[in-house]
């Protein structure tokens, strides 16, 4: 069992170090090993689809904004959670894939916004709910009440660390 192996190596470590606390160990491993599992359940769905995490995350980003479904390039890196450089490299991909446009605001045209094309709209729609039943399939070993709490913890942990700090972090990912 996963949790017998986290115990041992507990143990081990506690054997090896004992002036360490390392009970740290039983949460950090499980939540290191769940969110593979998670990011590869989600890239083989993605994969189907011939697209990638990042690009999903730009996609939900833009489709929760409402129509137009479009936001500036410095607001889309806000909400994604990532460097505008990592932006731009997703955006100049997803271009190429005709899932997103840029358009500069007139009359000066600095602002630069991402769009959602038709054909971005439509793929995203199109798989959106297929992405929601992988996760969910992640899911359904779990309890309702189980469910309930865990969400709760992990808001309160993620609240504590962010601290409603809206710093991008590179390499960051966000929910859908």
């Known amino acids: 069992m996963a949790g017998d192996q986290v115990g041992r190596i507990i143990e081990a470590w506690q054997r090896e170090m004992p002036d360490v606390d390392v009970s740290s160990i039983g949460i950090i491993t499980p939540v290191w090993r769940l969110g593979g599992i998670v990011m590869d359940?989600?890239?083989r769905v993605l994969a189907a689809h011939g697209l990638e995490q990042s690009h999903l995350d730009?996609?939900?980003t833009l489709?929760?904004?409402g129509p137009p479904y479009r936001l500036t390039a410095g607001e889309l890196s806000r909400r994604c959670r990532v460097t505008p450089g990592a932006t731009t490299q997703r955006v100049q991909a997803m271009?190429?894939?005709?899932?997103?446009?840029?358009?500069?605001e007139e009359p000066d045209r600095r602002t630069v916004h991402v769009q959602l094309t038709p054909s971005g709209l439509a793929r995203l729609d199109g798989?959106?709910?297929?992405?929601?039943?992988?996760d969910e399939s992640l899911?359904?070993?779990?309890?309702q009440p189980q469910r309930t709490a865990l969400e709760e913890l992990l808001r309160v942990w993620l609240d504590g660390l962010e601290g409603g700090s809206a710093t991008p972090r590179p390499g960051a990912v966000t929910g859908q």
């Open 41 to 43: 359940n989600r890239a």
């Open 58 to 60: 730009v996609l939900t």
């Open 63 to 65: 489709r929760r904004s």
């Open 95 to 104: 271009e190429t894939l005709g899932l997103v446009e840029r358009i500069r």
């Open 127 to 134: 798989i959106f709910a297929e992405v929601m039943a992988g």
């Open 139 to 143: 899911l359904s070993g779990l309890s």
